[in-house]
């Protein structure tokens, strides 16, 4: 879990730290942005947070201003010594509003808002996934490819990626051997377990036995090369970054 706090007073940052580890003892706790400017910065550079504590009066700015240009879906606990904002708070996706100082029994209150709308999420998107995938679903075990007059069957183990060029589909073994596939990449990619192949960007459907390298890029992407292919300059979007990295750390 990811929680950056928003706060530009430090005293006011180390105490609001400390009263929320209790409550979140695992979570990677981010701050303390103490402008609007680099608070939108961060947020468009960085994966969305899970929750954030946000302070209403910044150094340059009203903290609504983070989130007319950065759109999020985010929730938020706003943390102020005044009481006037309250309304325009609701309406940016907020939980709470705690009036400095925070009191403990408010701050309880808000954290248990927070956790029952996460568990009401989990459920609801677990329900979602099992109405949208058909159970017990089958994936392929081997692919047949033709070269020439000839056809082969290729087992996924032996599979390296799959990849797009021209608006041709390719199959490429770990032998570096490609073979040209019916269908389209999305079509491919709906045969395979997403256990086995990740789509990294819109071009390359990998394994992960066939990454040979990863680089972290500009603008929090990465970068990747791959066993015996040519492309040296494959790009996982920064949307994709987070997923990606929860694939290969099974």
Request: charged fraction near 30%; glycine fraction near 2%; hydrophobic fraction near 40%.
């Amino acid at each position: 879990m990811r929680i950056l706090i928003i706060e530009d007073e430090k005293p006011a940052f180390n105490l609001l730290l400390k009263k929320i580890k209790p409550y979140f003892p695992t979570a990677e706790i981010f701050g303390n942005l103490d402008t609007v400017k680099s608070s939108v910065a961060w947020l468009r550079e960085n994966p969305v947070p899970d929750l954030i504590f946000c302070d209403i009066q910044l150094a340059d700015g009203i903290s609504f201003e983070i989130f007319e240009n950065v759109r999020l879906s985010t929730p938020i606990i706003f943390t102020t010594a005044f009481d006037q904002y309250a309304i325009k708070a609701f309406q940016v996706n907020a939980i709470d509003y705690l009036l400095k100082p925070i009191d403990p029994e408010d701050l309880q209150r808000a954290v248990d808002k927070f956790k029952a709308k996460e568990i009401r999420s989990t459920i609801e998107l677990d329900m979602l996934k099992s109405l949208l995938s058909p159970p017990n679903k089958s994936y392929k075990s081997r692919f047949l490819v033709r070269f020439g007059e000839k056809i082969q069957s290729i087992a996924i183990a032996e599979i390296s990626h799959f990849f797009s060029e021209e608006r041709v589909t390719f199959l490429q073994t770990v032998a570096g051997k490609k073979f040209v596939l019916e269908g389209t990449l999305e079509q491919t990619e709906s045969q395979l377990n997403p256990d086995d192949f990740f789509r990294i960007n819109r071009r390359y459907l990998v394994s992960a036995h066939a990454i040979q390298e990863i680089f972290s890029y500009s603008n929090s992407r990465l970068k990747v090369t791959l066993k015996n292919c040519e492309d040296q300059d494959i790009l996982i979007s920064r949307e994709k970054v987070s997923e990606f990295k929860s694939w290969l750390d099974r």
